[in-house]
């Protein structure tokens, strides 16, 4: 059965703060296998003008899915979670996540379409620190595969 | 935010150094740690075979976070990238042995743009097969 359409446009409450650590920017840095000395060591973040390390391009993204399911797994929108997949994603980057951001996401359904039977869910969800300052916008593609003929 | 890759050096066209990221079920078990996605198909044969997949798959965000490195590592700044996006077209199988899987990817300048941007078209590609599409990134350079 198709998504409800009016679901479009809903905006959900910002999520309470994520402190990013820099021991866990190290964490993700590591797991990814990425040397960069912008991510560990302080002198040279700030030798390329950052305050401090800075995470990888794709770290927020723990962030922000943490929101986005939040979203999708809202039992008034009725979407089969355990068929979700991720179809698209993208980042658009005002500056970089750094150690000692505190992020709030405010999640919002950007589309929401069926096709040959799955639905497709795009979520914006927009990061800001706590002075306010916008820090980057993820846009999240979410595919729940049709359930198979019984 | 100082790249160290100067726009003026740079055409459409430009190649940036390919890389090669292996991927073995113990990258993915240290992935899943570091993001929180602990999802089982990323781990868990059984589990991956039950839902219909050949095998354990790597999580799309830990090829989408390999593939910009090759943009990061050229730009010299992590910072300089301004935009990234893809699309999962197909998942990156990691057998259980010590050699796992390799993610391939490439890169070349894909167009100039205003305010010393450039965006770089990314290729991703895990054993013959693309697995991101419309792979790109827009970054500034010096």
């Known amino acids: ?150 | 935010m100082t790249a160290s890759m100067a726009y003026e050096s740079v055409e459409v066209g430009t190649e940036l150094p390919a890389q090669s990221f292996p991927v073995t079920r113990a990258t993915l078990v240290r992935y899943a740690g570091a993001s929180g996605d602990f999802n089982p198909i990323h781990w868990n044969e059984k589990f991956a075979r039950e839902v219909g997949l050949p095998d354990v798959i790597a999580h799309g965000m830990f090829t989408m976070a390999e593939a910009i490195r090759v943009v990061t590592d050229w730009a010299g700044d992590p910072g300089a990238v301004v935009e990234y996006g893809v699309r999962f077209t197909r998942p990156v199988i990691v057998p259980n042995d010590e050699t796992g899987a390799t993610v391939e990817v490439s890169g070349k300048i894909g167009a100039k743009l205003d305010d010393n941007l450039v965006r770089v078209d990314l290729v991703a590609t895990s054993a013959g097969a693309k697995v991101l599409g419309m792979s790109r990134a827009v970054v500034r350079l010096a």
């Open chain 1, 1 to 150: 059965m198709a998504l409800d359409q009016s679901f479009v446009g809903r905006t959900y409450p910002p999520t309470p703060a994520y402190e990013v650590g820099r021991e866990k920017i190290r964490e993700f840095a590591e797991a990814v296998g990425d040397a960069n000395p912008a991510y560990v060591d302080p002198e040279a973040a700030k030798a390329l003008g950052h305050p401090d390390v800075i995470a990888p391009p794709t770290f927020v993204f723990s962030i922000t899915f943490r929101a986005a399911s939040q979203v999708v797994q809202d039992p008034q929108l009725g979407l089969d979670y355990s068929r979700v997949v991720h179809g698209d994603q993208k980042f658009a980057y005002v500056r970089p996540v750094r150690a000692g951001d505190r992020l709030t996401v405010t999640s919002t359904i950007e589309g929401i379409k069926s096709m040959a039977g799955n639905d497709i869910v795009d979520v914006r969800g927009e990061v800001h620190d706590e002075s306010g300052e916008h820090v980057v916008t993820a846009w999240t593609k979410l595919v729940a595969r049709a359930a198979e003929e019984a």
